[in-house]
């Protein structure tokens, strides 16, 4: 019996000694790991800016979207801008500044939309310089025009 309790003792050592040595390796390599995926942290990593419009494309909202947008294309570090829209639309002359503003984005960076629920009317037309439109199949998406009386 002495043999097998020996064996036991023996096997369960050797155990402890795998685990704690397989701890220490993953502790010394884990930041060796994490810089060579992740990148070093510095300021020469890529990012890409999320912008969100909520709302009517009224003066105030695309102000606050065309400054965002400016920011994304003078911030050397923003590669692309995700456009989060959910607009049912709004007046001629900031539909178009929204539009205008989009498409000098555009000509500079990848620009993807995704429509979260609504994209109408003028908040349509000021996405459409971007490269991709990404739709959940619940939102309402269209109807692109004005008439001026």
Sequence with gaps: ??????????????????VVVAVLVATVLAPVVYNATAGSGGSDESSVAVIT??????????????????????????EAVVMRIDSPGGGVTSSEEF???MNR?????????YVEGYAASGGY???V???HIYVKPSSL???????AT
């Design 99 to 101: 539009y205008l503003a």
């Design 53 to 78: 419009l909520r709302g009517g494309t009224s003066d105030a909202n695309v102000a606050a979207i065309s400054e965002d947008l400016r920011e994304a294309r003078n911030n050397d570090s923003i």
């Design 1 to 18: 019996m002495a043999a097998s309790s020996d064996s036991t003792s023996a096997t369960t050592v050797l155990y402890v000694v795998v």
């Design 129 to 131: 310089p971007s490269d």
């Design 141 to 147: 998406v269209g109807s692109i025009g004005v008439v």
């Design 105 to 113: 984005t555009a000509a500079e960076m990848p620009v993807v939309t």
């Design 125 to 127: 037309f000021g996405i």
